[in-house]
């Protein structure tokens, strides 16, 4: 089947205003995954949603960043009030469980001016 | 110390030859271990994942596990300049659900 997909693949925005990335994963994984990758950097977990459970935000760098998933599928990534060190590309992962290999999906780039 | 050490690189192989990528790991509980391919511009690809202490092989690429050791390999043998890529150490730590990334090691493999 499909893969993990994301949308947009680029965001371009101004400092402090709102931004949404959509992240699919792929068709019956129950856990879903955002990282974050700044230029010349590793992967930074931000947060970790597995079924129903509650999710495990410990990533999160700031109470500006938040997600959701609905329906235990389809996930949004919001950043209020961005800033520039928001700038980064944002993947997102899905897995059958926590235990198993993820796979990623094609990323999106933000860019805050 | 960092939770998952890689040497950054580049490493630089000739064609045809084996590249040896290693990756040490802190945490003496984890249990899964991933080795993850990322092209310039583009996502983490799924190389391989180990579980058990050995070598584990798929066609051209084999990876390592020592546990006692704290660390995890990864052999390309017959290096293709195809196979010139940023190669991602990751590990499952035991207590949570994320997966900790290495910084990676730049592979160059010249023709």
């Known amino acids: 089947g499909a893969g993990v997909s994301q949308s947009p693949s680029n965001k371009v925005t101004e400092k402090g205003k709102d931004v949404e990335l959509r992240c699919d994963p792929i068709?019956?994984?129950?856990?879903l995954y955002w990282y974050r990758q700044s230029l010349g950097q590793g992967l930074e977990f931000l947060i970790y949603f597995q079924g129903n459970s509650a999710p495990d935000k410990s990533g999160l760098p700031s109470d500006r960043f938040s997600a959701e998933r609905t329906g235990g599928s389809v996930s949004t990534l919001t950043i209020q009030r961005t800033q520039q060190e928001d700038s980064a590309v944002y993947l997102c992962a899905s897995s059958w469980s926590s235990y198993n290999e993820q796979f990623f999906g094609p990323g999106t780039r933000l860019t805050v001016l | 110390q960092k939770e998952v050490e890689q040497n950054s690189g580049p490493l630089s192989v000739p064609e045809g030859a084996i590249a040896s990528l290693n990756c040490t790991y802190s945490d003496r509980g984890s249990q899964s271990f991933f080795w993850y391919r990322q092209y310039s511009g583009k996502s983490p690809e799924l190389i391989m994942f180990?579980?058990?202490?050995g070598d584990k092989e798929d066609g051209r690429f084999t990876a390592q596990l020592n546990k006692a050791s704290q660390y995890v390999s990864l052999l390309i043998r017959d290096s293709q300049p195809s196979d010139s890529a940023t190669y991602l150490c990751?590990?499952?730590?035991?207590?949570?659900?994320?997966?900790?990334f290495g910084a990676g090691t730049i592979l160059r493999v010249k023709s």
């Open positions: 068709s019956g994984h129950t856990a």
């Open positions: 180990i579980y058990s202490n």
């Open positions: 990751a590990v499952k730590i035991e207590y949570g659900n994320k997966l900790v």
